[in-house]
């Protein structure tokens, strides 16, 4: 009887460090809110739907600044 190969897992290379949740009831005139939050401590709360409009465009444009990111290094050569 042969021995099982050991399996060599790779260590994690992509870690969540910021997220975006947004509740949506599904009737338009229930009311929409938004959080946004990064492990770096940037953190923003949005409560009506152009509120919530903005804080997407602003989470997204964390990433550009955000400490905790290296964009330059998660690009495709």
Do not use: Y
């Amino acid at each position: 009887m042969t021995q099982p190969t050991p399996i060599r897992r790779e260590p994690a290379t992509r870690q969540a460090v910021r997220w975006l949740q947004i509740v949506a009831p599904p009737t338009f005139r229930a009311p929409v809110s938004a959080r946004s939050w990064c492990q770096c401590g940037w953190e923003r709360t949005a409560s009506d739907r152009s509120a919530v409009l903005a804080l997407i465009d602003a989470h997204t444009a964390h990433a550009a600044v955000c400490p905790l990111l290296d964009l330059e290094g998660n690009k495709a050569a």
